[in-house]
């Protein structure tokens, strides 16, 4: 077609989007690193995943949205930690997509002018899942809330805070916790073939005065989508593990879009005080904890899982290292391309040639993807932006660079009078592999599926908390309803499967959970709320009742006159009942 | 011929990379060629007609213009020289035959004769992560997949502190966790292979200027001083760690 009917406003919105997302992407990418491998031909697999990208993520979020729309899935995503998570979602979706984009233009086989209807819709759907996603927090990205991600809702952060296990540097859990992670790091770099897409940290949230909480998702680390993991990841148990930290005097001022963080001071692992550990998946009734039962059993939790891993990454290595070149480059990009995948198991249409298969419109483009012109086009693309399509007028100078570039071309609004355009690449053309067949089996928290199991439960499984009566019950809301019985059900939901806050219901706040893990306060509070049991048990009450609280933990109740304690009892009374019929809880 | 639309490009000219231009000037010489058999028509071009006319067949062809004319690819992966030697530079350094002589030599190498105490300088890189003490080893080269299956075959040498030149996180993934410490030739503190030596607990130095030090030589690792930080990457501010050869192989 040579005309397509968008709006202004549709046009204007897309740009914005996309400008957006070319002053992160060259942020990121030039104060994060290079991206070389003796092992992969990283830079040829990138190039050839953007094309794929390109050619196929516009039908395959329509057929995805055939069934949810990307608002509702971003619902999902802040319920678990499964691969929908910042890198996946906040930054390579439109990053992949406007990459090949921009390198198809450089090659002559693109107009500015042309997909427009494609890249408006992938623009739109990207939008509507952040807001989604990110509805906590009310950014659409990591970058714009000054990168930091906060995600998760009081009711989820108060189980993670209550549950953690307290440790120190040296003592087995913090050993056994360490060492977990430093596994699940280096197979989480090796399964994405030398990305760091199998992993996320999100936060940083207060926890106390001198602590913040971090949440770090370990994502697809047993055998589900990925043929390369065929009977090596067999015996990892879970495909998502989700580990909490607390850390103490360490600040983590930036939580970018890739899922990385920095700290003042520099995070060391003796500043790690607290742990927890969980997993989940679109299937489970959101986190389910891993071995929180005792200290003890997170410790022998930890230390089978990291066995598990190393274990699996001696066997994958030794896989990789024994295959050909093709091979690589097909991992490595079907990795990268299918970062976004978890999109159509949610949906529950996924489908192997969808995701495992390079798009022969993709695959004519191999031969030139050697190591030499992979690195510089794309270190022109990203880092240097210095392709002819990304320079514009003099006068402009880039968010980070001050330099005339622009990372992606904006859809030129002359399309609106009259200038030739074209709305889409087409439908999904058949793609090929270099790999082995992915074995019908993926490991699920369900169990092991079929991929027809894992698509019926998918459609049919709507988390409890996700329900129609529950899913616009927001923070925002609590805060207003705290303590009536339609947001205690909702807090009991997600406290039910917690050590320390099964059945505590919604009037709860981080002092509260604060106190259930400090003896110090327990005592020093349990004195006050001892002298006057009932009136100034927890938290609410009321102005009243929270002056008097105050009032009384700060003169100890004994500096008062006759007249002022007349007062004092009256207005504790008043709040005492109050309270009683709210139902309020009390540790 | 016909003309393209990035053809009336009013700031961008050519790619700042030769080899890209090579590519992609022969790549827009064949669409321009490709668009006049259909007449100029765009529309049917784009998303149809290309997808026959524009192949891989055409892009080896593009390829070998390069190769005849006498050019050869730089590497990355050991595997790229490996399956084409015909195609890529020659690799130096990575078969057990030479790297018994072979040694880093950076031109901006901090290199000072031996003190009083016997230290020769050989260089510095970026401290990862700060430790009590110096780390003191046997420096093994390690660059190919195949060393790394040796070790993993017959365990890692005892006190091996590993240089390397890849600052990915894969290559040595069955392995890393045995090494004493790291020397890596390239990357930067944040790197995938600095983020997991910090998480080991590893001590490694990374984009390490280093010149001299042969496999089996003792060196020892200054990872007491301050770890690099993100803003002395962001400003260039230099904030090195040393590394001293104690002992020739």
């Known amino acids: 077609m040579s005309q397509s009917h968008v709006s202004y406003a549709q046009i204007l919105e897309t740009n914005n989007l996309m400008q957006n997302c070319s002053d992160e992407t060259y942020w990121l990418c030039v104060t994060r690193t290079v991206q070389e491998s003796k092992l992969f031909p990283v830079p040829a697999y990138m190039m050839l995943s953007y094309l794929m990208a390109f050619y196929r993520y516009p039908s395959l979020l329509r057929k995805i949205e055939t069934r949810l729309l990307a608002e509702e899935i971003g619902d999902r995503a802040r319920n678990m930690g499964m691969k929908i998570q910042n890198p996946s979602m906040g930054w390579a979706l439109p990053g992949f997509y406007l990459l090949g984009r921009e390198w198809l233009i450089n090659m002559g086989l693109l107009k500015p002018t042309d997909a427009i209807e494609d890249i408006i819709y992938v623009m739109n759907f990207w939008k509507r899942f952040q807001l989604s996603s990110h509805r906590n927090d009310g950014h659409i990205t990591n970058k714009e809330f000054g990168h930091r991600a906060q995600l998760l809702p009081e009711r989820r952060l108060q189980v993670f805070h209550a549950d953690m296990f307290d440790c120190i540097a040296g003592d087995g859990l913090h050993s056994a916790a360490q060492a977990f992670m430093a596994a699940a790091s280096q197979y989480g770099f090796l399964i994405p073939c030398e990305s760091r897409i199998s992993m996320c940290n999100s936060g940083p949230y207060k926890i106390a005065d001198d602590r913040e909480m971090v949440v770090r998702d370990f994502m697809d680390l047993s055998e589900s989508d990925f043929p390369w993991l065929d009977d090596i990841a067999t015996d990892v148990p879970h495909n998502n593990v989700t580990v909490t930290m607390a850390v103490k005097d360490c600040h983590f001022h930036l939580m970018d879009d890739w899922g990385s963080f920095e700290s003042k001071p520099e995070f060391k692992p003796e500043q790690l005080v607290g742990v927890g550990l969980y997993t989940s998946d679109h299937l489970s009734d959101g986190y389910v904890p891993l071995g929180m039962n005792s200290r003890e059993e997170l410790i022998s939790t930890f230390r089978l899982l990291e066995e598990k891993v190393r274990d699996a990454t001696t066997r994958l290595w030794k896989r990789i290292a024994a295959w050909k070149r093709d091979q690589m480059i097909d991992a490595g990009a079907i990795v990268y391309f299918a970062i976004i995948k978890d999109l159509a198991h949610i949906a529950g249409v996924y489908e192997v040639d969808d995701w495992m298969k390079v798009d022969e419109r993709a695959e004519r483009f191999r031969p030139l993807l050697n190591d030499e012109f992979s690195r510089d086009a794309l270190g022109e693309l990203v880092g240097l932006v210095s392709h002819p399509s990304q320079q514009v007028m003099e006068y402009t100078m880039a968010q980070h660079s001050n330099k005339p570039t622009r990372m992606y071309t904006n859809i030129p609004y002359s399309v609106l009078q009259g200038e030739p355009c074209t709305a889409t690449c087409g439908p999904l053309h058949s793609g090929i592999t270099n790999l082995a067949s992915k074995k019908d089996a993926y490991r699920t928290t369900r169990g092991i599926l079929t991929l027809a199991e894992y698509n019926r439960l998918s459609r049919e499984w709507v988390p409890p908390l996700l329900t129609d009566k529950y899913r616009f019950l927001c923070d925002t809301w609590v805060k207003y309803h705290a303590g009536t019985p339609l947001a205690d059900e909702l807090y009991h939901l997600e406290q039910d499967k917690s050590r320390k806050l099964k059945g505590k219901g919604s009037r709860l706040r981080r002092t509260d959970v604060d106190r259930l893990l400090n003896d110090r306060h327990v005592v020093l509070h349990g004195l006050a709320r001892h002298r006057d049991r009932g009136a100034f048990a927890g938290r609410g009450g009321g102005p009243a009742a929270r002056r008097c609280h105050r009032r009384q933990v700060h003169v100890d109740g004994s500096g008062a006159s006759g007249a002022t304690r007349r007062v004092f009892t009256r207005l504790c009374r008043s709040a005492r009942e109050h309270r009683h019929e709210r139902g309020v809880w009390s540790i | ?249």
């Open chain 2, 1 to 249: 011929m016909t003309k393209l639309y990035v053809d009336s490009d009013k700031f961008g000219y050519q790619a700042a990379s030769p080899t890209v231009e090579a590519f992609h000037g022969a790549i827009k010489d064949l669409v321009r060629s490709k668009l006049a058999t259909l007449g100029g028509d765009w529309n049917s071009f784009v998303f149809e007609k290309s997808y026959e006319l524009i192949t891989a067949d055409d892009m080896r062809k593009i390829e070998k213009l390069l190769i005849d004319a006498g050019h050869r690819f730089d590497w990355s992966a050991a595997i790229s020289p490996r399956e084409r030697p015909d195609i890529y530079k020659p690799a130096a350094g990575v078969s057990d035959a030479s790297i018994s002589t072979f040694s880093f030599r950076h031109p901006e190498a901090k290199t000072a004769p031996p003190d009083k105490d016997g230290r020769e300088l050989c260089g510095a890189g970026d401290n990862v992560a700060s430790y009590p003490t110096n780390t003191v080893g046997v420096a093994r080269y390690i660059r190919t997949p195949d060393k790394v299956l040796q070790f993993l075959t017959e365990g890692v040498p005892v006190e091996t502190i590993a240089v390397i030149d890849d600052s990915g996180g894969t290559l040595t993934a069955p392995i890393l966790a045995h090494f004493k410490a790291v020397i890596c030739a390239g990357g930067t503190v944040r790197s995938h292979l600095g983020i997991l030596t910090r998480e080991w607990g590893v001590p490694c130095l990374m984009n390490a200027k280093i010149s001299g030090i042969h496999d089996g030589d003792t060196v020892e690792l200054e990872v007491t001083a301050v770890a690099k930080t993100a803003e002395a990457y962001q400003t260039g501010v230099e904030m090195t760690a040393n590394v001293w050869r104690l002992k020739k192989a």
